[in-house]
C-alpha cells in the first residue's frame, strides 16, 4: 500500500480520568501540547529513517529514491507470489532491475507470457524452469563436496543456469562432477572466484549473544525467543545474553537455529539500527531478486546491498550448506545469526561469506521462513507495513484505554480522548483500531522528544484494522488513528502492560 502525505488537522483537548495508578492522562499543558497539529511528514513516513539512511550510504541513492524502491519491491513481491502460482512448472524464475524498476518473469512455455504480462512483469523465455535448476543443483551438492575449490553455487535467474563456483584449477574436476550427476552442461556455467566463505562468528559488538565461549548476533525475534545461525550453537547448547538454550539446531546441510529464551527476556519485533534505535519488522514476505536490502550484526552494525540469488549452496570448512540467499551485502564475523531485512520485511539471518566491510563482500543468509516453518515459530511483529496486524483485532479493545469516534477518508484523530498520557516507567504499549469494514484505518503511537511528537510504532496495513506493539521507556504518549480511505465509525484500544 503506497503511503501520501496526511492532511493536518487540529486535535481536540479533553480531560481524561483513567483507574490505573502507574498512568497520568492530560489535557492540553504547557508541555507537549506545543504540537497538538500532527506532523504530517512524521506520519507520513513509512520506513525508518535509520534503514533509509543506510541505503543512501551503501547504496548510493537518495532518500527519495530509497522509498521508491522499497514501495516497489514489496509490490513485486505479491507479483513473485502470483506468478509462482500461475505459471506451475513452467515458472523459472522473477528479479528486478535495480536501475529502472523493472519486474522480469521467465516462462518456458512461450504461450504462458501472456500471464507475466498480464501480472505487470516483462515476459522472458527461458530453456529450463526453475524447479529443473533446483533440484539440479541439489543434485551437485554431493558431488561438489569432494572437489576441492569450489566454495559455493547458486541459480543465475536472468541467465537460466547454475552457476558453479571454482577455483583456479578446479574447472575441470568440478565439470566432471557435474556430468556424473546428469546435469544437462548447458544448464551450468563455472564462474571463476578466489572466494573462500567462512561464518561469522568470534567477533562481538552491539547486540550480541553468548554461547559457549563464542559471540553471535539474535537474528529476529519469535513468540518464545529467537532465531539465530545454526553454527552459532547445537542443540541444547545454552546462552547469555539473553539467557536461554537452543532448542533446535542446523548445520550444515542448512544454517539454522532457535534459541528458547528464560523467563524475563521480552522478544520484542524490532531490529537494533546501530544509530540509538530500532527498525521495526512487520513481516516476512521473501523479496525478488534484485532486491536492495540491509543487514544488522553486532561487528560492523547496518550495512546494505542486492539479493543475487536464492537456494545458493557454500561449502565452509565444515561442510555445505543448501538453500542460502547470496548478497552483496558485507558482513564480518561476530555479525553471523544477524538480521537481514528488505524494507521492514524479514529475509533471513547471516551465515557467512568473504571479504570484509571496508572493501566489500560476498555474505550469504539463512533464509527465515524455513526456520520459521521447521520448528513452527511465530515471528514476533511490530504491527507496522504489510503483516502488522490487519485483521487480528476481531474487537479493538484495551485495558489502560478503549474509546472510539468517526472519521472521514484522509482524517486523524488523536487518543486517548485527543489528549496524551505520561507514562511513568518501562512497559509494553499496545494499540488497535477497528474502522468500518469498507475503509483503510492504521494506528501510530507517538512520543514526545522535547519539541515534537515522534512516532515510534505504526500498524499500517491495507485493512480496517490494524495494530502495534513498543516496548517503551517512561515518558509522554499517544495513538494517533488516520482514516487512510474510507469513512465512518471506528474503535480503538490501548493496553500497557
Not at 255 to 268: I, Q, Y
Not at 465 to 489: C, E, F, K, Q
Request: hydrophobic residues 35%; proline residues 3%; charged residues 15%.
Amino acid at each position: 500500500m503506497r503511503r501520501t502525505a496526511f492532511r493536518t488537522i487540529a486535535t481536540t483537548t479533553a480531560t481524561l480520568t483513567l483507574a490505573a495508578t502507574a498512568f497520568t492522562a492530560h489535557a492540553a499543558s504547557p508541555a507537549p501540547d506545543a504540537e497538538d497539529l500532527l506532523d504530517a511528514t512524521d506520519l507520513a513516513e513509512k520506513y525508518p529513517d535509520e534503514l533509509l539512511q543506510a541505503m543512501q550510504d551503501d547504496l548510493d541513492v537518495t532518500k527519495d529514491r530509497a522509498v521508491e524502491r522499497l514501495d516497489f519491491q514489496a509490490e513485486a513481491s505479491v507479483t513473485l507470489d502470483e506468478l509462482d502460482d500461475a505459471l506451475g512448472d513452467d515458472f523459472a524464475g522473477l528479479w528486478l532491475d535495480a536501475d529502472d524498476d523493472v519486474v522480469y518473469a521467465a516462462v518456458t512455455d512461450k504461450a504462458k507470457t501472456s500471464t507475466v504480462r498480464k501480472a505487470g512483469a516483462k515476459a522472458v523465455t527461458a530453456r529450463y524452469s526453475l524447479e529443473d535448476l533446483e533440484q539440479w543443483q541439489d543434485s551437485l551438492i554431493a558431488p561438489l563436496s569432494d572437489v576441492d575449490g569450489v566454495p559455493g553455487t547458486y541459480v543465475d535467474l536472468a541467465e537460466n543456469s547454475i552457476v558453479v563456483q571454482v577455483h583456479r584449477g578446479a574447472r575441470g574436476e568440478a565439470r566432471q562432477a557435474a556430468k556424473a550427476a546428469g546435469v544437462p552442461r548447458e544448464a551450468v556455467t563455472y564462474e571463476l572466484t578466489t572466494e573462500q566463505p567462512q561464518t561469522f562468528q568470534d567477533i562481538v559488538g552491539g547486540n550480541a549473544y553468548f554461547t559457549s565461549g563464542f559471540r553471535c548476533s539474535v537474528g529476529f525475534a519469535v513468540t518464545a525467543g529467537f532465531v539465530t545461525a545454526g553454527h552459532c550453537g547445537p542443540t541444547g547448547a545454552t546462552t547469555t545474553q539473553p539467557s536461554g538454550t537452543f532448542a533446535g539446531s542446523v548445520f550444515p546441510g542448512s544454517d539454522m537455529a532457535w534459541v528458547r529464551t528464560a523467563s524475563g527476556n521480552t522478544p520484542v519485533g524490532a531490529v537494533n539500527n546501530y544509530s540509538g534505535g530500532v527498525v521495526q519488522v512487520a513481516g516476512s514476505s521473501q523479496a525478488p531478486v534484485g532486491s536492495q536490502v540491509c543487514r544488522s550484526g553486532s561487528t560492523t552494525g547496518w550495512h546494505c546491498g542486492t539479493i543475487q540469488a536464492y537456494n545458493a549452496t557454500v561449502t565452509y570448512a565444515e561442510g555445505s550448506v543448501n538453500g542460502l540467499i547470496r548478497t552483496t551485502v558485507c558482513a564480518e564475523k561476530g555479525d553471523s545469526g544477524g538480521s537481514l531485512l528488505a524494507g521492514n520485511q524479514a529475509q533471513g539471518v547471516t551465515s557467512g561469506g568473504s571479504g570484509n566491510c571496508r572493501t566489500g563482500g560476498t555474505t550469504y543468509f539463512q533464509p527465515v521462513n524455513p526456520i520459521l516453518s521447521r520448528y513452527n515459530l511465530t515471528l514476533v511483529t511490530s504491527g507496522s507495513g504489510t503483516g502488522g496486524g490487519g485483521g487480528q483485532n476481531p474487537t479493538c479493545t484495551g485495558t489502560f484505554y478503549t474509546g472510539g469516534g468517526s472519521l472521514s477518508q484522509g482524517g486523524q484523530a488523536v487518543h486517548p480522548d485527543g489528549s496524551y498520557w505520561h507514562q511513568s516507567s518501562s512497559a509494553t504499549i499496545a494499540g488497535c483500531v477497528e474502522g468500518p469494514s469498507s475503509g483503510d484505518y492504521d494506528v501510530y503511537l507517538q512520543r514526545w522528544t522535547g519539541s515534537s511528537w515522534s512516532t515510534v510504532a505504526q500498524g499500517a496495513t491495507a485493512s480496517n484494522r490494524d495494530s502495534l506493539t513498543y516496548s517503551a521507556s517512561s515518558g509522554y504518549y499517544r495513538l494517533v488513528v488516520h482514516a487512510y480511505s474510507g469513512s465512518g465509525a471506528y474503535t480503538v484500544g490501548i493496553t500497557v502492560s
